[in-house]
Structure formats: structure tokens, C-alpha cells
Nanobody, 120 residues
Framework: QAQLVESGGGLVQPGGSLRLSCAASGRTFSNYIMGWFRQAPEKEREFVAAIRLSAGSAGYADSVKGRFTISRDNAKNTVYLQMNSLKAEDTAVYYC?????????????WGQGTQVTVSS
């Protein structure tokens, strides 16, 4: 059974930074797209960022472009999300995911989520 475990969330002031990590176990995901989604209270889960095997093939939601950076370490079977210039609207539970459906995010493994709260 494959598992994804997120870490690095917490409380941060507006303008601050956090680095989320997602460690996979049970199998390797070197050949799959890995990414991050988030869900704020009373809102649907939304796409944040995703990355292919090549670090040069990454995509971001418009709301986080220029502020967030996704990366991966295939040797460690881990994906990261560096979040800078955080805003209150970034507050959400962040979920790590591995896509098994060719970029459609229909069939995927999901982590348990980590809370990110941006507040003064």
C-alpha cells in the first residue's frame, strides 16, 4: 500500500515562508507526476502545483505563480513546496498527491494533508 505523508505546515505571518515536504513510501513514484492541492474552509479542493520527473516541467496555479516553487527528489521519493510571500488567502489544508492518470488527477494517491495558516 502506497502512502504519502506531508509535513512542514504551521502558522506563519503574512509575507512569511514555509516549506512543505511530502514523503512517499510503499513504492517509488519516479515516473509519475507529483503535485500539491489545497482546500480552504467552505471551498473545493484546488490545484496548486505539479511537477514531472524533469524539474523543468512544472506547472502552477495562477494564484501562486511567482511565490511558490515545487521540486522533487526522486532518490528520496519526496516532493516539496516552497511557499514565499504568503497571503491570508493561502490558508488551507495542503495535500500532496501522485497522479496515476496522465495529468488528469482522476486516479491519484493522496496524503493526509497539513494545515497552513497565514495570519497576523
Amino acid at each position: 500500500q502506497a502512502q504519502l505523508v506531508e509535513s512542514g505546515g504551521g502558522l506563519v505571518q503574512p509575507g512569511g515562508s514555509l516549506r512543505l515536504s511530502c514523503a512517499a513510501s510503499g513504492r517509488t513514484f519516479s515516473n509519475y507526476i507529483m503535485g500539491w492541492f489545497r482546500q480552504a474552509p467552505e471551498k473545493e479542493r484546488e490545484f496548486v502545483a505539479a511537477i514531472r520527473l524533469s524539474a523543468g516541467s512544472a506547472g502552477y496555479a495562477d494564484s501562486v505563480k511567482g511565490r511558490f516553487t515545487i521540486s522533487r527528489d526522486n532518490a528520496k521519493n519526496t516532493v516539496y513546496l516552497q511557499m514565499n510571500s504568503l497571503k491570508a488567502e493561502d490558508t488551507a489544508v495542503y495535500y500532496c498527491a501522485v497522479d496515476l492518470s496522465g495529468g488528469r488527477w482522476i486516479n491519484a494517491y493522496w496524503g493526509q494533508g497539513t494545515q497552513v495558516t497565514v495570519s497576523s
